[in-house]
């Protein structure tokens, strides 16, 4: 008996690939209408669903798409068209294997019941055949071409962990490209007895070209090779009962001839592999233990040089630690690279919920997405996601209009939200914007005084920007009633403190009347980062160089108070200065220093200068989390170990700006 539970990974990754496929078609058929290549992805999206659900014992998934299967084939042969009410059944189906993925993830069991879902694919199915939505069947071209018939046989790698799906996928694809007459073995024979074949064959009539058909199933991943020859005889044709499921150990069971044609046979080779996320989260802690020993080994390279001077035996050390660093950038980066995935993955989920959204607030909007390609780091895609997910919810309730108020303000009644993400200045930038209304200071401020969130006193000091930034109080709202959607008071605060958390920062920009714009910046990664060491009593601390705008020395002299806040002028600017020590809670080291380093952090356009006692330089520096034992802190996000084995606090600068009142 073979044992499925090693499979599920695979399982589970190819179930959420085929359900974001299905779905984008979906979407695509409510938008444009029905085309002939989009029918044909949906129904082998279905086709390979039920093959792979079936295999690995999932019996209600496995029932819901076969009947969804069945619906796309009347499609396919011109017995049906697309309907609002089919549609809605698609999402219905689509939301039920949704649900059914959720439960095999987490408990690898299927207790949702479908029986009703599956009913109405069954009555819509057989009412398709007779009722009111049957379109104009597609008749064949008539062509005086003779036919020509080739046996197909296919060989799977060695490699491929579900060889009984990809079998259903390239059954698929074929009848997509050629009218099958013969399968050996059939997929039901090898569902029923043996799940662990290596290969079929296909007695077919190619729709085009028979090389562009070798060409397209090559390309499948997991097909390892294959062999075509034209059927001359179709009772005396040996190689047709020849199962190359289970070839001859040292042959595949073909002629000399056909074995160096098929040796020479054009393959395509998959160009990339699965790898569990463990391996590498494993790859990447040690490449940041490498990270840390070649930091070490340049501080006993100086220590060597400075107690034995330049000799052979230390220009070698110097040179094995050039080297060494070299390598390891180059290795870090590439790990880097290997954790770096597209944004895509997380644009995804969007259409679907503007789509439903957009029905439930009786509103037109159409979303435009940019930057699918962008990378980013896995672990920051993971950490936006409800981020993004409440802004475009605000942007969709809030922001954009009824189509009766946009059409009385001379807009068009359809809103557009735009979601884009690029790659700037060794950042990555997400822009969530809006044609809507736009946000009203003066309402914003009012809000917050009828809150208690500030009073009248400091409303009249801010100006627009400061008054903008009130929404990321906790607490603030300016929906007149609450909603499912949004506008429950909490959630802007939420989101702001998600992107600081990751070292993110958020900016907004409106204009009343006409949108507004979010724009988030991030770092490419959270694994290794670029920290500047400082000295703060008898301690190392560490301060990411992406908050650090420039770095000054000033005489205490200059230092002034305002409103009890010490302040410095720096660029023409007032700049809050506020004591690492006293964030910490760590007494101030004496000194008879004239003067003292202040590190300028920026965060948007607000600034802070940091007071520290010395400045020890900057490197690249491996985060690791303080774990739950000591859970989390006010002014740290983490520590690293330094070159000489010791353990560095790393900063949160947002914390450092809450603290001072710096940021609002």
Not at 139 to 151: A, R
Not at 154 to 174: G, Y
Not at 492 to 498: A, K, L, Q, S
Not at 568 to 583: M, S
């Given at each position: 008996?073979?044992?499925?539970?090693?499979?599920?990974?695979?399982?589970?990754?190819?179930?959420?690939?085929?359900?974001?496929?299905?779905?984008?078609?979906?979407?695509?058929?409510?938008?444009?209408?029905?085309?002939?290549?989009?029918?044909?992805?949906?129904?082998?999206?279905?086709?390979?669903?039920?093959?792979?659900?079936?295999?690995?014992?999932?019996?209600?998934?496995?029932?819901?798409?076969?009947?969804?299967?069945?619906?796309?084939?009347?499609?396919?042969?011109?017995?049906?068209?697309?309907?609002?009410?089919?549609?809605?059944?698609?999402?219905?189906?689509?939301?039920?294997?949704?649900?059914?993925?959720?439960?095999?993830?987490?408990?690898?069991?299927?207790?949702?019941?479908?029986?009703?879902?599956?009913?109405?694919?069954?009555?819509?199915?057989?009412?398709?055949?007779?009722?009111?939505?049957?379109?104009?069947?597609?008749?064949?071209?008539?062509?005086?071409?003779?036919?020509?018939?080739?046996?197909?046989?296919?060989?799977?790698?060695?490699?491929?962990?579900?060889?009984?799906?990809?079998?259903?996928?390239?059954?698929?694809?074929?009848?997509?490209?050629?009218?099958?007459?013969?399968?050996?073995?059939?997929?039901?024979?090898?569902?029923?007895?043996?799940?662990?074949?290596?290969?079929?064959?296909?007695?077919?009539?190619?729709?085009?070209?028979?090389?562009?058909?070798?060409?397209?199933?090559?390309?499948?991943?997991?097909?390892?090779?294959?062999?075509?020859?034209?059927?001359?005889?179709?009772?005396?044709?040996?190689?047709?009962?020849?199962?190359?499921?289970?070839?001859?150990?040292?042959?595949?069971?073909?002629?000399?001839?056909?074995?160096?044609?098929?040796?020479?046979?054009?393959?395509?080779?998959?160009?990339?592999?699965?790898?569990?996320?463990?391996?590498?989260?494993?790859?990447?802690?040690?490449?940041?233990?490498?990270?840390?020993?070649?930091?070490?080994?340049?501080?006993l390279n100086r220590r060597f040089h400075g107690q034995y001077g330049a000799n052979g035996l230390t220009e070698e050390l110097g040179q094995l630690a050039d080297h060494l660093s070299t390598i390891t950038r180059?290795?870090?980066?590439?790990?880097?690279?290997?954790?770096?995935?597209?944004?895509?993955?997380?644009?995804?989920?969007?259409?679907?919920?503007?789509?439903?959204?957009?029905?439930?607030?009786?509103?037109?909007?159409?979303?435009?997405?940019?930057?699918?390609?962008?990378?980013?780091?896995?672990?920051?895609?993971?950490?936006?996601?409800?981020?993004?997910?409440?802004?475009?919810?605000?942007?969709?309730?809030?922001?954009?209009?009824?189509?009766?108020?946009?059409?009385?303000?001379?807009?068009?009644?359809?809103?557009?939200?735009?979601?884009?993400?690029?790659?700037?200045?060794?950042?990555?930038?997400?822009?969530?914007?809006?044609?809507?209304?736009?946000?009203?200071?003066?309402?914003?401020?009012?809000?917050?005084?009828?809150?208690?969130?500030?009073?009248?006193?400091?409303?009249?000091?801010?100006?627009?920007?400061?008054?903008?930034?009130?929404?990321?109080?906790?607490?603030?709202?300016?929906?007149?009633?609450?909603?499912?959607?949004?506008?429950?008071?909490?959630?802007?605060?939420?989101?702001?403190?998600?992107?600081?958390?990751?070292?993110?920062?958020?900016?907004?920009?409106?204009?009343?009347?006409?949108?507004?714009?979010?724009?988030?910046?991030?770092?490419?990664?959270?694994?290794?980062?670029?920290?500047?060491?400082?000295?703060?009593?008898?301690?190392?601390?560490?301060?990411?160089?992406?908050?650090?705008?420039?770095?000054?020395?000033?005489?205490?002299?200059?230092?002034?108070?305002?409103?009890?806040?010490?302040?410095?002028?720096?660029?023409?600017?007032?700049?809050?200065?506020?004591?690492?020590?006293?964030?910490?809670?760590?007494?101030?080291?004496?000194?008879?220093?004239?003067?003292?380093?202040?590190?300028?952090?920026?965060?948007?356009?607000?600034?802070?200068?940091?007071?520290?006692?010395?400045?020890?330089?900057?490197?690249?520096?491996?985060?690791?989390?303080?774990?739950?034992?000591?859970?989390?802190?006010?002014?740290?996000?983490?520590?690293?170990?330094?070159?000489?084995?010791?353990?560095?606090?790393?900063?949160?600068?947002?914390?450092?700006?809450?603290?001072?009142?710096?940021?609002?």
């Amino acid at each position: 008996m073979v044992d499925l539970s090693e499979y599920r990974g695979i399982f589970l990754e190819e179930l959420e690939e085929q359900l974001q496929l299905i779905e984008d078609e979906v979407l695509r058929l409510e938008q444009i209408g029905e085309t002939e290549d989009g029918i044909q992805q949906f129904f082998r999206a279905a086709h390979t669903l039920k093959g792979s659900s079936a295999s690995m014992g999932y019996n209600r998934l496995k029932e819901v798409t076969h009947h969804l299967e069945h619906l796309l084939h009347q499609m396919r042969n011109g017995e049906r068209q697309v309907t609002d009410e089919l549609i809605r059944l698609f999402f219905q189906a689509l939301d039920g294997m949704r649900a059914l993925q959720s439960e095999i993830a987490a408990a690898d069991h299927e207790t949702t019941d479908v029986s009703e879902l599956i009913q109405r694919l069954k009555t819509f199915g057989a009412q398709g055949l007779h009722g009111h939505d049957r379109g104009p069947a597609v008749q064949p071209n008539k062509t005086e071409t003779p036919l020509q018939l080739f046996w197909l046989h296919v060989w799977l790698s060695p490699a491929c962990e579900m060889k009984l799906p990809r079998l259903h996928l390239i059954d698929a694809k074929l009848r997509d490209l050629a009218t099958v007459l013969r399968m050996k073995p059939e997929l039901e024979e090898i569902e029923a007895h043996d799940s662990r074949v290596d290969g079929a064959s296909w007695m077919l009539s190619p729709k085009r070209n028979i090389e562009e058909l070798r060409q397209q199933i090559s390309s499948i991943m997991d097909v390892e090779s294959i062999y075509i020859e034209e059927v001359k005889d179709i009772s005396l044709n040996p190689a047709a009962e020849k199962n190359p499921a289970q070839p001859e150990p040292e042959s595949r069971g073909l002629p000399d001839p056909l074995e160096a044609l098929l040796a020479t046979a054009d393959k395509i080779k998959p160009q990339t592999i699965r790898v569990h996320i463990e391996r590498l989260e494993k790859l990447m802690n040690l490449a940041g233990e490498l990270v840390i020993d070649q930091t070490r080994f340049h501080l006993l390279n100086r220590r060597f040089h400075g107690q034995y001077g330049a000799n052979g035996l230390t220009e070698e050390l110097g040179q094995l630690a050039d080297h060494l660093s070299t390598i390891t950038r180059e290795l870090q980066e590439n790990m880097i690279k290997v954790r770096m995935l597209p944004i895509e993955q997380l644009f995804n989920r969007l259409p679907r919920m503007v789509r439903d959204l957009s029905y439930s607030l009786n509103k037109q909007i159409e979303l435009v997405i940019e930057g699918k390609e962008t990378e980013l780091d896995r672990t920051l895609i993971e950490e936006l996601g409800d981020p993004l997910i409440h802004l475009l919810r605000n942007a969709l309730d809030h922001g954009i209009e009824t189509p009766e108020i946009r059409r009385s303000a001379g807009k068009s009644e359809t809103g557009t939200v735009r979601v884009a993400a690029s790659h700037e200045d060794n950042q990555v930038i997400l822009v969530i914007e809006d044609d809507g209304a736009g946000i009203d200071a003066e309402a914003i401020l009012q809000s917050a005084i009828n809150k208690s969130i500030i009073t009248a006193e400091e409303a009249r000091y801010m100006n627009e920007d400061e008054a903008l930034r009130l929404i990321f109080r906790p607490g603030f709202s300016t929906a007149a009633q609450v909603s499912d959607i949004s506008g429950r008071g909490v959630g802007m605060d939420i989101v702001r403190n998600d992107i600081e958390r990751i070292n993110g920062m958020i900016d907004i920009e409106t204009t009343k009347g006409q949108g507004t714009r979010f724009r988030i910046r991030l770092p490419f990664t959270l694994a290794i980062i670029r920290g500047l060491l400082v000295n703060a009593g008898n301690a190392t601390f560490v301060i990411p160089m992406s908050s650090v705008a420039e770095i000054i020395r000033t005489a205490y002299g200059e230092i002034k108070t305002v409103r009890g806040q010490p302040v410095i002028t720096a660029r023409n600017q007032l700049v809050p200065v506020v004591w690492l020590h006293d964030c910490l809670g760590i007494p101030r080291a004496e000194t008879t220093a004239s003067s003292i380093p202040l590190i300028i952090l920026g965060r948007g356009e607000k600034r802070l200068a940091l007071a520290v006692d010395t400045l020890v330089g900057n490197q690249d520096i491996v985060i690791k989390t303080l774990g739950s034992y000591i859970g989390k802190s006010d002014s740290t996000s983490g520590a690293t170990i330094l070159g000489n084995g010791k353990i560095a606090l790393i900063i949160d600068t947002a914390s450092l700006f809450f603290k001072a009142g710096a940021l609002v």
